[in-house]
Structures are given as structure tokens and as C-alpha cells.
């Protein structure tokens, strides 16, 4: 069964820094992009960042840039979003997925996406 667990949320202050982490069971996550999204209450779902398989190519939203960063460790069949800075407008509920591909190339557009966590929430509040 493919699934994708999110964890690492939480409540953290405007500066702050958080890490999810995206872990894949019932696949090989080596083989696949994978894609962090996020989604605040009465907004779209909306890419934040993606990191290709083949090639290891990452990919940010304007709004993170400099901010966050991605990266995969295959031997954990883990990717991981770090995000330093965190603003108040970064909070929302944070998912990784995957489309099935190596690369990034169905990223920032969310609907080409199968696989889905559950997700993890994130608040940046003082």
C-alpha cells in the first residue's frame, strides 16, 4: 500500500524554524518527485516546493524562497522541508505527495498529484 506520512508540525513564533518530514512507505521514494504543498483555511491549495528523483533538482514558490529548503534521504525513504523564518502567513496545513514521475514537471499545479498525506499543521504565531 503506497503512503505518505507527514510529521514535524507544529506551533512555532514569527523567526522561528520548523522541519517536516515526508516518509514514504509501500514504494521505493528514491524513484519519484515529490512535491510539498500547503493549504491555509479558506485558500487554495497552493506548491511550495518540489525536488525532482532524477536529477535532484529543486524547485521553491516565490513567497519561500530563501527561506525554506528541500531535501531527500533515500536510505530513510525520506524527504524533508526545512523552514527557517517562518512568517505568519506560512501557517497552514503542510502535505507532500507525489504524481508518479521523476521529475518536477506536474509541479506547482496540484491536481496532477495521486498520492497524497495526510498532512501536518503549521502555525506561526506570537
Known amino acids: 500500500q503506497v503512503q505518505l506520512v507527514e510529521s514535524g508540525g507544529g506551533l512555532v513564533q514569527p523567526g522561528g524554524s520548523l522541519r517536516l518530514s515526508c516518509a514514504a512507505s509501500?514504494?521505493?521514494?528514491?524513484?519519484?518527485?515529490i512535491g510539498w504543498f500547503r493549504q491555509a483555511p479558506g485558500k487554495e491549495r497552493e506548491g511550495v516546493s518540489c525536488i525532482s528523483s532524477s536529477d535532484r533538482s529543486t524547485y521553491y514558490a516565490d513567497s519561500v524562497k530563501g527561506r525554506f529548503t528541500i531535501s531527500r534521504d533515500n536510505a530513510k525513504n525520506t524527504v524533508y522541508l526545512q523552514m527557517n523564518s517562518l512568517k505568519p502567513e506560512d501557517t497552514a496545513v503542510y502535505y507532500c505527495a507525489t504524481d508518479g514521475s521523476r521529475s518536477c514537471s506536474g509541479y506547482p499545479d496540484y491536481n496532477r498529484y495521486d498520492y497524497w498525506g495526510q498532512g501536518t499543521q503549521v502555525t506561526v504565531s506570537s
Open positions: 509501500g514504494f521505493t521514494l528514491d524513484y519519484y518527485a
